[in-house]
């Protein structure tokens, strides 16, 4: 869907590598989060506690999973899961829109 | 208010400016519609067809409404009013995460 009905917005971004990963929390009725974000080039590693869907919506990047050895190429329409309590690295090509489902 | 309920966030992001500066619309019931941005610092000119409230909820920043000849430092907890049909040059000094209100 192009839009999120319903929903509440957390103001303030969440900012991250001194601004060249950021995003806003967007809360649902159902009790679920997701944040919408945006990535500049540049590498970066994060953790995740819960278990992640994330969805490109516009870039290109290279991510390597976690005990994993191949880097994987996601564009913009592709996305990508990660588990819980584990990590991924990220080199982002071109600046990224996504879209982080907290499963 | 700390966020926004019942609102309308499209999904895709606005970007401008290679990405340094990015926003997300959101859409409220009263018809009335915010951005909520984020500005790498750098130099930019944005030109308005309504009226804005830009909010400043933090970074830093000076900037420059068309006809005046002093530029205006704005931080963090500040705002500042753009005129309809009008322009604006911001030179943003740190990373900059607002909240622009069409009027």
Chains 1, 2 share one sequence.
Request: charged share 20%; hydrophobic share 40%; aromatic share 10%.
């Amino acid at each position: 869907m192009s839009q999120f009905e319903n929903v509440t917005l957390v103001k303030a971004a969440n900012i991250y590598f001194d601004g060249k990963v950021t995003s806003r929390t967007v809360l649902f009725a159902d009790g679920t989060r997701k944040t919408l974000g945006i990535m500049m080039p540049g590498d970066y590693e994060f953790g995740t506690e819960a278990a992640e869907l994330m969805e490109i919506m516009a870039g290109e990047m290279d991510i390597l999973l976690a005990g994993e050895s191949e880097w994987q190429t996601i564009k913009g329409g592709e996305s990508f899961n990660v588990p819980a309590n584990s990590s991924f690295k990220l080199q982002v090509k071109t600046v990224a829109d996504y879209c982080c489902s907290y499963l």
